[in-house]
C-alpha cells in the first residue's frame, strides 16, 4: 500500500465514527417522528456514544432521550434525562424541559421539587396554563391521597398479565362480559411495537361465571379458541379501546396498523354482530379530517355523536378530545368539532367516556392533578363544563384511565399503572353502602354524673322515629339499620324532673362510613326560680320592647322541647312607688311576656302571669357586678338593706337587680286537651285572636324582617316577609305539610319521582300552595320552593304580599293592614 492509498486509508477509517454517529442519528430522528420511541432511543444511545467534540449534538440527543422517556413512560428515566438538561440549562433553549422534568417529579411523589420546577416553568412560559394547574396539583396531590372518596377498588389479578391491560368496555346486555386491551402473550401477530417495545395489543374477552369468578380472557373475535378460525378483528397491528353501542351490536375501536414503513396512523373502526361473528371492521370517516391519528371512541346513547382524542393540529396542544355528529345512523360523521378549553389543555387528553349522554369522563395530564394521567368528569349544561377531578382512589400519582361504569349502579372498571400493577392493569370499583351509627353520653349537667334511663329519641327528615335508653354508663347508640345516608335528624334527650335537650344531626355529604357523636348534659328542674335575661321597660309602661324579645328565645326553645311543663312568669319591681301601683304594673309586665310567648305559639294553658310587686326582695345566690358596684352573696335586696348603701349609684344598682322577671315550673305533667280543635293545635293558636283585616307582626330591627302568621291550606304556620324574599319553604316544614296530608305529589311541578325520593323532599322542588291565608284574606296557587337550608320556616316577598291587595305596613304598631 502506496503513502497516498494509506493516507486514504487513514482518514476512511478516522471518518467511522462520524458516519456511524450520523446514521444512528438520523436513524433515530427518523423513529422518533414516526413514534417509535423504543426504537429511538436504541439508535440514540449509539450515536451518543460516537459524538466526540460536538457538545449541541450531545445535548440535542439527550433531549431527545428524555422525550423517549416521556412518551413511553419510563417516569423514572425521563426525570433523570430532564434532570441532566436542567442542570446544563438546557431549559434556556428549550423551556418545556422545566414542564417534564416537573411532571416526572410529581409522578414520583417528590412535591417540594416538582414545585420548584412548575414555577421555574411559569416564569418562563407565563401564558401556559400548565405551569399554574401544576403548582396547584402539587398542594392537591398529598390532600386527596389521604382523603380517598368511599369506592372500595381492586385489581383485577386473575384476568391481568405481564403486559399490558387496559380500557374494558361492558360487551353484553347483562353486563357480566368484559371485553378490554391487551398485548399478553396470546395476542396475535409475532413483531414489537416500535413505539413501546412491546407486544401488539389485541381485543381480548372474559365472562363472570357462575362462581362470580372472571373466566380466562380469550381473543374477541375467537371465544372458543379455534385454531382455524378466521379473525375478522384483531390483526398483526395494535386494536384496542373498544366501546359498544347500547344494544351490544355494534363494535367501535381503534386500530393502529403494524406496517413499521408507515407513520402510525391509527383510525376508529367499526364492526357489526352477526349472531356470534362479527363483520369485518370499517373505518369510520369524519369528514375532510386528515388527523394521522384518531382513537378511543365513546359514543352516545342514539350513536348520532361520537368523541374520540386526536392530536389534530388545530386542537389545544397534545392529543385533544374531539366530537363528531351525524343526523342518522347510516351517514358518516361530520367534521369533527373541540369541545372547548374547559376540557382540553395545552396537554394531553384522552381516552373520553359519556355516562348517560351528560357526563364526560376522559383523562388528563393537563389540568391539576396527582401526576401521571388523571381521570376528571364533566357536564353538560349547554356545553361541557365544570371539569372535577375524581381524586383518589380513582386517581394516584401514575397513569389512570379507561374508566366505565355499570348504567345500574354505581361500579364499574378503569385502568392504571399505578403501584401494585405490573405494567397497565384493570382494576374494578364499587361503593358500598355508606353506614353510620349515632353514640354519645348523657350527663347531669349539675353532678357530672352519667344518667342511667335517659329516654333518646331519633327523628329522621323522612319522618322515621327510633327510642333507646341510655345503660348504667349513660351510653346509647343508633345502629347502622337505623341511620340512613342523606338523613338530617332530631336527637333528644329526655329523663323525668330534667330539661329535655335536642339536637340536630346529618348524615348529608358524608362520604364514609363514620360513627356520629352527640353528647347530652341535661339540667334538672330548679326548685327555685329562673331569672331570664334581663328585659327592661321604660318607667311606668308594660309593653314589651322588640329589643328585649331576644331574651326571651331560650325559653320559648325550653318550653317547645318541653311540652309537658306549665310555668308561671313572675315580674317584679323595686319599692319606689305605691305597693298597689306596683303589683299592678308587674302584673301588667308579666302578662306582655305571656302574650309575646303565645304569640311565639306556646299553649296558653302552659303560662300563668303573676305580679309580685316589689313584696319578694331579691337574694342574690352569688357574687354579682351591677353598674360597677359589687354585691356579695346572701345579701337580699330589702328596702332597708337599699337605704343603707352609702351612694346613690349603689341604691339605684340595687334597684335595677329587683326588677326582674323569673319562670318557675308549676306543672310537670300537662296534657295538651283533647277537644276536637285540639287535633291541630296550630289552629287553636290562631283563633286565639279574632279574623279581622289586620295582622300583629314582629319586627327584627336589624335587617327589617316582618314575622307574624298564616294559614297554608288551613295549616298554622309562622311566616318572615322581606321586600325582595323569593317564595320559599324550609324543609322541615314543607315535610310537615306532606305528613299532615295537607300537601301531597300531585301539588309538586316538575318529576315529582325524583322530589320525593328517599322518603324526603329535594332540594329547589317546587309546588303549589292551594290557598294562602293572612288575616281574612286568602289567595291561591303560590308556588313555593323548598329550601334545605332555609332557617326561616316561610318565607315570602312583596310578589306574593302584593297578591292579597292594598295593605300597609304600620311599623310603629307593628301590623299589616289590608284594605
Known sequence: MNKASFLIFILFILSLPANAQKKNARAADEAFATHKYATAIDHYRKAYTKIKNDQEEKNRINFQLAECYRLTNNVNRAEIQYKRLEKIKYQEKEPLILLYLANALLSNKKYKEALIQYEAYQQLAPDDPRGANGISSCAKAAEWEKTQFNYVVGNLKKINSREDDFSPAYANSELNTIVFTSGRSTATGNQKDEWTNQDFSDLFITRVDAK????????????DGDLDSDLTINTGGNEGTPQLNNNFSILYFTKCPANSTKNHGCKIYTSERNGRNWSR?????????????????????????????????????????????????????????????????????????????????????????????????????????????????????????????????????????????????????????????????????????????????????????????????????????????????????????????????????????????????????????????????????????????????????????????????????????????????????????????????????????????????????????????????????????????RSNAEKEAAHELNRRTEFRILNKDFEQKTSKAELNPDKVNIDLNPVTNEITFMLETQTGVITANCLINDHAIEFSYQENYITEISLRQALKLLNDGEIDKNDFMGDVEMALANGTIANQSIFKIKKLTIADKTIENIEVIVNNRLKNSFQFGSSVLSKFGNFTIDKEAKKIIFQ
Not at 386542537?315 to 374531539?322: E, M, N, Q, T
Not at 389543555?345 to 388528563?364: A, C, I, K, Q, V
Not at 337505623?482 to 335536642?502: C, G, L, M, V
Open 212 to 223: 362470580g369468578n372472571f373466566t380466562i380472557p380469550v381473543l374477541f373475535d375467537n371465544p
Open 281 to 645: 371492521p370499517k373505518p369510520l370517516q369524519f369528514g375532510n379530517d386528515s388527523s394521522s391519528v384518531v382513537g378511543h371512541p365513546t359514543i352516545s346513547s342514539d350513536e348520532l355523536t361520537i368523541y374520540f382524542t386526536s392530536d389534530s393540529k388545530n386542537g389545544y396542544g397534545g392529543r385533544d378530545i374531539w366530537m363528531s355528529k351525524r343526523k342518522n345512523k347510516n351517514e358518516a360523521f361530520g367534521k369533527p368539532q373541540n369541545p372547548g378549553p374547559e376540557i382540553n389543555t395545552p396537554g394531553d387528553e384522552m381516552f373520553p367516556y359519556l355516562r348517560n349522554d351528560t357526563l364526560l369522563y376522559f383523562s388528563s395530564n393537563g389540568h391539576t392533578g396527582m401526576g401521571g394521567l388523571d381521570i376528571y368528569r364533566a357536564t353538560y349544561k349547554s356545553g361541557w363544563g365544570n371539569v372535577i377531578n375524581l381524586k383518589a382512589p380513582f386517581n394516584s400519582n401514575f397513569d389512570d384511565f379507561g374508566i366505565i361504569f355499570n348504567p345500574e349502579k354505581e361500579e364499574g372498571f378503569f385502568s392504571s399503572n399505578r403501584k401494585g400493577s405490573r405494567k397497565d392493569d384493570l382494576y374494578s370499583f364499587y361503593q358500598p353502602v355508606l353506614e353510620y351509627s349515632i353514640e354519645g353520653t348523657v350527663k347531669n349537667e349539675n353532678s357530672l354524673q352519667f344518667i342511667e334511663g335517659a329516654e333518646i329519641s331519633l327523628l329522621s327528615s323522612s319522618g322515621t322515629n327510633h327510642v333507646t335508653l341510655t345503660n348504667v354508663n349513660g351510653k346509647y347508640q343508633f345502629g347502622t339499620t337505623q341511620i340512613k345516608p342523606n338523613q338530617t335528624y332530631e336527637i333528644s334527650a329526655s329523663k323525668a324532673d330534667f330539661f329535655i335537650q335536642k339536637q340536630l344531626i346529618t348524615s348529608e355529604n358524608l362520604t364514609n362510613k363514620r360513627k356520629l357523636k352527640q353528647d347530652f348534659s341535661l339540667i334538672p328542674f330548679p326548685s327555685e326560680p329562673i331569672l331570664l335575661p334581663e328585659i327592661l321597660y321604660d318607667l311606668g309602661k308594660w309593653e314589651l320592647k322588640t329589643q328585649y324579645q331576644d331574651s326571651l328565645q331560650d325559653l320559648i326553645k325550653t318550653m317547645d322541647e318541653n311540652k309537658n311543663l306549665v310555668i308561671e312568669l313572675a315580674s317584679h319591681t323595686d319599692s319606689r312607688d305605691t305597693d298597689e301601683r306596683n303589683d299592678i304594673l308587674s302584673q301588667r309586665r308579666a302578662r306582655s311576656v305571656v302574650e309575646y310567648l303565645i304569640l311565639r305559639g306556646i299553649d296558653p294553658d302552659r303560662l300563668v302571669a303573676k305580679g309580685y310587686g316589689e313584696r319578694q326582695p331579691r337574694e342574690l345566690k352569688q357574687n354579682l357586678v351591677k353598674n360597677g358596684i359589687t354585691f356579695q352573696k346572701g345579701s337580699k335586696l330589702t328596702e332597708e338593706f337599699i337605704n343603707g348603701l
